[in-house]
């Protein structure tokens, strides 16, 4: 496979099924390579060191111990990789948080598609 031909690697982290699903389907059509999809902060940092993805979707609310700002903070001790955090609501508290884990950008849910697809695209070019 040359340049040319190379997917772009994502991993996913979202605690809700149906807009995991949804993101997953979404970026495979648009020729991503979704490499994890995953529920949990510790599953994230799992992902971003065992499948290396070029870059992480990540939901800010979790429902686990580990928030996703959390596991970003985690990831950025072994990893530059870019972070995109989605959110449904950001308080000035939890942006605060989340600005000092440097991510790539915040997307708003609900998720506009095209903002979306090329948030992922400019976050992995660079």
């Known amino acids: 496979m040359d340049e ?3 997917r772009r690697s994502v ?5 809700e099924g149906m807009i995991a699903m949804l993101l997953r389907e979404l970026l495979t059509r648009e020729g991503f390579d979704v490499v994890c999809t995953v529920k949990t902060g510790q ?5 971003v060191r065992e499948m290396t993805p070029e870059i992480m979707l990540m939901d800010i609310n979790l429902d686990d111990d580990m928030d996703g700002i ?6 950025r ?3 530059n990789i870019p972070i995109i955090f ?3 609501y950001t308080d000035s508290r939890t942006k605060e948080r989340a600005e000092k ?3 790539y950008a915040f997307l708003s849910k609900p998720i506009n598609k095209q903002l979306l697809i090329s948030t992922l695209t400019q976050g992995i070019t660079g």
């Open 4 to 6: 040319d031909e190379k």
């Open 11 to 15: 991993g996913i982290v979202e605690d």
């Open 43 to 47: 599953e994230a940092v799992n992902c």
């Open 70 to 75: 959390e596991a970003a903070t985690l990831i």
């Open 77 to 79: 001790e072994f990893s």
């Open 86 to 88: 989605l959110t449904a």
């Open 101 to 103: 884990v440097r991510p």
